[in-house]
């Protein structure tokens, strides 16, 4: 073994890189500072929740966009904990809420699914876990807010296999009765953790009272009721509930599940001991041929994320890779697949929970930023010259919002279609044009209301085109096969929601399922696809 591979190997094994899904509100930034708080990243939590603070209004996003380093520096956030380095992916929440937080997950080898105990599995959570679970990626479950009344856990199992459709083996379970908790019982250490009056509310680290189930002190200390209760519960998980099995967790049939509270940083220690032992190391990716461990020696990466510089006086861009195999060294020159060109990666840019930094080298499961002079696109590959290949496409995710976008003053036309086109490009937005109106206005398609802001924003600050925008009340897109599907009317769909995608494919919008559905019965010789990597 060589010793560029024995240092791969090693470097390999101690990375954990993933990504916190959620739907708002669950507690993610609160979680992802106690990590960081747990990690010695940062002293005193509070200095991501600020950042969150500022985030609020769409008016704040922009201020903060103007303040790159703040941005960016939430793309990633890296610490080392027991001798693991730890990348923490930001999937942005609610506001935030677009294809890049769809695209984030592709960078990811975990997920931990953020759960709040009294609201169970909620809307934005379905729709990342969907992501996750068509990757095939492990998810681990963390049911948040324990200090608080919630549901009952066994119908939080249920809801999650009903709704999710993936089982899940509790890792800890709530002490208490009626949703209202004192603590965990650990199933593996076979002991109890109580929580503990926490004046300074979670700011600092606490140690949690720990003791054995069997203990005659714990039946005193918790009630005999509750404890009868627990050890009931118990009984029915380990005679009824499904065992542990690392190979299912690992292929995403079972989620680990564990109970605590962020805020009071219960259970967020042995949560984060748990799973860094569990989760998968950087995994292995599919190219468009074969497949790339992460232990071959020739550098690879693929740009997952692009980020508009907001200097207006340079155009340039961050684009973020992950690293997928061999070893990163600043200024290292590799050949950028998608133009056919090699490329010197001179300054690149890693982040160390708060602060942004030229990194030195890297490993496969880091992710680095590069300044971007208007090359890269979402998707594409690095590598090096002596093994050339392309990773996978990634995925195309169906728009679900829709606005009809035009240039205010015609004089700008040109910048208009310039920077529009190069926002598409960027992947900030997906372009549809109707037929006999070429560059006349668009209908943009994103999945999340923020990118029309985005949109605006950026074509009057970086291009100075005012636009005209209008919503349309369509919520899905399906793109179209079948004989004549552009030259004869397609029933059920009305001759404007028929449009054209950047490469000329036939794309019907609807306005819900229900029209979908008429629309498929209707025409049985057409075929509808979620998207043209179907077709
Ligand atoms: P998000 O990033 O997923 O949107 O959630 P965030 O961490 O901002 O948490 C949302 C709210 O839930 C916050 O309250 C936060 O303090 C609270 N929270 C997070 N974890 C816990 C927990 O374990 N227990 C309880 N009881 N609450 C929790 P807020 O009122 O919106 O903000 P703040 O006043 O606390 O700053």
Redesign the pocket.
């Known amino acids: 073994m060589s010793e560029l591979q024995r240092q791969l190997s090693q470097e390999i094994l101690r990375r954990r890189t993933f990504a916190i899904i959620?739907h708002?509100?669950?507690?993610?930034?609160?979680?992802t500072e106690k990590l960081l708080l747990y990690g010695g990243a940062i002293r005193l939590a509070g200095s991501v929740?600020a950042r969150?603070a500022q985030k609020h209004a769409i008016s704040d996003w922009m201020e903060i966009e103007k303040q790159r380093g703040i941005s960016v520096t939430s793309s990633v956030l890296q610490f080392d904990y027991d001798g693991y380095r730890v990348n923490i992916l930001d999937t942005p929440?609610?506001q935030d809420f677009s294809e890049d937080t769809y695209r984030t997950l592709m960078a990811a080898d975990s997920a931990v699914m953020?759960i709040d105990v009294a609201k169970g599995v909620e809307e934005q959570t379905k729709k990342l876990f969907h992501v996750c679970k068509q990757r095939g990626i492990p998810i681990f479950t963390f049911v948040?807010?324990?200090?608080?009344f919630g549901k009952n856990p066994f119908d939080l199992m249920e809801e999650i296999e009903n709704v999710l459709g993936i089982r899940s083996y509790p890792m800890n379970w709530p002490i208490g009765v009626d949703g209202n908790y004192t603590g965990v019982y650990n199933r593996k250490l076979a002991q109890i953790e109580l929580f503990e009056e926490d004046s300074a509310h979670g700011q600092r680290i606490i140690p949690s009272s720990q003791g054995s189930v069997d203990d005659p002190a714990f039946a005193k200390m918790i009630g005999a009721e509750t404890h009868q209760a627990l050890c009931d519960d118990i009984e029915l998980l380990d005679t009824a509930g499904d065992a542990f099995d690392i190979q299912k967790v690992l292929s995403g049939e079972l989620t680990p599940m564990f109970f605590g509270?962020?805020?009071?940083n219960f259970g967020v220690r042995p949560f984060l001991e748990e799973f860094l032992e569990l989760a998968p190391s950087p995994s292995p990716r599919e190219t468009e041929d074969s497949v790339i461990k992460p232990d071959q020696e020739g550098f690879s990466a693929f740009v997952f994320k692009i980020q508009a510089n907001m200097n207006p006086a340079h155009r340039d861009r961050l684009a973020f890779i992950r690293i997928c195999s061999g070893k990163f060294t600043r200024g290292m020159a590799v050949h950028h697949m998608q133009t056919n060109k090699p490329v010197k990666l001179a300054q690149p840019q890693q982040f160390l929970a708060q602060e942004r930094t030229i990194v030195e080298e890297a490993y496969p499961g880091d992710i680095i930023g590069l300044f971007d002079p208007g090359i890269f696109s979402i998707g594409d590959t690095l590598c090096e010259s002596s093994n050339l290949f392309r990773f996978k496409a990634f995925p195309i995710f169906p728009p679900e919002q829709f606005s009809k976008v035009q240039v205010k003053d015609t004089m700008k036309r040109k910048q208009f279609l310039k920077g529009i086109e190069q926002l598409a490009q960027e992947g900030a937005v997906q372009l549809f044009r109707q037929p006999d109106v070429p560059g006349e206005f668009f209908i943009v398609g994103t999945v999340g209301a923020l990118q029309f802001e985005v949109l605006e924003y950026r074509l009057k600050n970086e291009y100075g085109v005012d636009i005209l925008m209008y919503g349309l009340a369509y919520g899905l897109a399906r793109w179209m096969q079948g004989k004549d599907v552009t030259s004869k009317p397609i029933k059920g769909v009305d001759k404007n929601a028929i449009v054209f995608d950047k490469n000329d494919l036939p794309v019907a919008l609807f306005s819900n399922e229900w029209a979908l559905r008429w629309a498929v019965e209707q025409n049985p010789d057409i075929q509808f696809f979620e998207s043209p990597q179907q077709l």
């Open positions: 959620s708002p509100d669950a507690g993610k930034t609160t979680l929740k969150k929440g609610h953020l948040n807010k324990l200090d608080r509270s962020a805020m009071t």
